[in-house]
């Protein structure tokens, strides 16, 4: 399929993203997807392919892939402001926003500010907040993993420090009048507990929780094409909808 590279400007960083507008079905709500910590859009590629023909629109948030790493900027409000210059240069008016992990907290913090244009929300593994760092995380998250697992290029160690230096928690399971998916591992290492189902379902008249038994945090191992089947079916369904 046809996928066009783009980059939104945001002031002075630029946020790479990748677009499947050219051969994508008009008719069809798009999709923008919101990676985890240290995901980047290329590892979103296999979706945008799954999802076709809807569109999908593809971002690395600053510090990760090929988006600029500013020296500062890594909070909450910086990363929806990534999402909004991508958005905006896309020229999107309405989209369903599908994150996984810690991305889960842009997207929400996107659509409580911008609740006009999200048609729906699909959140994998992750509870309905925006989490500070505790001091040390950052030395454990470059060491045990970013470089045992050879991540350094997925996300800049500058942008892992500056995540620990500037977070602050922030709550983010306020009333939303939106239909939510939530995609929950089922293994010990899920970060979405019952009681997490229970704020998300305080959320909105319209949640929907789907389950799987062979994942834990990571939804796109074993469960990945069943994950990819049901975000389908949902946006699928809320499209149906209008």
């Given at each position: 399929?046809?996928?066009?590279?783009?980059?939104?400007?945001?002031?002075?960083?630029?946020?790479?993203?990748?677009?499947?507008?050219?051969?994508?079905?008009?008719?069809?709500?798009?999709?923008?997807?919101?990676?985890?910590?240290?995901?980047?859009?290329?590892?979103?590629?296999?979706?945008?392919?799954?999802?076709?023909?809807?569109?999908?629109?593809?971002?690395?948030f600053r510090g990760r892939g090929q988006s600029d790493t500013p020296e500062s900027g890594y909070d909450l409000?910086?990363?929806?402001?990534?999402?909004?210059?991508?958005?905006?240069?896309?020229?999107?008016?309405?989209?369903?926003?599908?994150?996984?992990?810690?991305?889960?907290?842009?997207?929400?913090?996107?659509?409580?500010?911008?609740?006009?244009?999200?048609?729906?929300?699909?959140?994998?593994?992750?509870?309905?907040?925006?989490?500070?760092?505790?001091?040390?995380?950052?030395?454990?998250?470059?060491?045990?993993?970013?470089?045992?697992?050879?991540?350094?290029?997925?996300?800049?160690?500058?942008?892992?420090?500056?995540?620990?230096?500037?977070?602050?928690?922030?709550?983010?399971?306020?009333?939303?009048?939106?239909?939510?998916?939530?995609?929950?591992?089922?293994?010990?290492?899920?970060?979405?507990?019952?009681?997490?189902?229970?704020?998300?379902?305080?959320?909105?008249?319209?949640?929907?929780?789907?389950?799987?038994?062979?994942?834990g945090h990571a939804l796109k191992g074993e469960d990945k094409a069943l994950f990819f089947e049901d975000i389908?079916?949902?946006?699928?369904?809320?499209?149906?909808?209008?």
């Amino acid at each position: 399929m046809a996928v066009d590279e783009h980059y939104a400007s945001n002031g002075e960083v630029r946020i790479h993203y990748y677009d499947s507008r050219e051969e994508a079905d008009e008719k069809l709500v798009p999709i923008v997807v919101c990676p985890g910590l240290s995901e980047t859009a290329e590892e979103y590629l296999d979706f945008m392919q799954a999802a076709a023909p809807r569109r999908c629109i593809l971002l690395s948030f600053r510090g990760r892939g090929q988006s600029d790493t500013p020296e500062s900027g890594y909070d909450l409000a910086e990363h929806l402001s990534d999402l909004e210059a991508v958005v905006n240069d896309a020229g999107l008016k309405e989209f369903h926003l599908f994150a996984y992990s810690r991305g889960v907290s842009y997207a929400l913090g996107y659509a409580l500010k911008s609740k006009a244009d999200v048609r729906s929300l699909v959140l994998g593994d992750y509870p309905p907040e925006h989490r500070a760092m505790p001091d040390g995380w950052a030395e454990d998250y470059i060491y045990n993993y970013l470089i045992p697992y050879n991540r350094t290029s997925n996300i800049r160690t500058a942008a892992v420090w500056g995540i620990q230096r500037e977070s602050k928690p922030i709550p983010l399971d306020t009333a939303l009048d939106i239909p939510i998916l939530v995609a929950r591992g089922m293994l010990e290492d899920s970060l979405i507990t019952n009681e997490e189902i229970d704020r998300y379902e305080r959320m909105s008249a319209t949640v929907a929780v789907k389950e799987y038994a062979r994942s834990g945090h990571a939804l796109k191992g074993e469960d990945k094409a069943l994950f990819f089947e049901d975000i389908i079916r949902f946006v699928d369904e809320r499209d149906a909808e209008r």
